[in-house]
């Protein structure tokens, strides 16, 4: 499971693993909205993005609602990925 936070222009991906450990990345990003974050099993993400060439657009609609990947370059819905309700 991961958990994505964005905040302030800033995102953060956190995951824990009993067997391996946790781990915790943050980068700039062009953000300004109110806190958002959402958990999700980054199998699904990986199988999704492995299958794209090109960028993805991303399209939130909630912490607890399932979020959408789009092709940008073909504005074609590529995958939706339900969210994991505990981190």
Not at 1 to 28: C, P
Not at 44 to 73: M, R, W
């Amino acid at each position: 499971v991961v958990k994505l936070t964005l905040e302030d222009n800033e995102m953060k991906i956190e995951s824990r693993r009993s067997e391996i450990g946790e781990t915790e990345v943050k980068t700039e990003i062009n953000y300004s909205g109110d806190k958002f974050e959402i958990a999700f099993n980054a199998v699904f993400l990986k199988e999704a993005l492995s299958n794209v060439e090109g960028d993805v657009k991303i399209g939130f609609n909630g912490s607890q609602k399932p979020f959408v990947l789009y092709s940008f370059s073909k504005n074609k819905l590529i995958q939706l990925i339900l969210p994991h309700r505990s981190f």
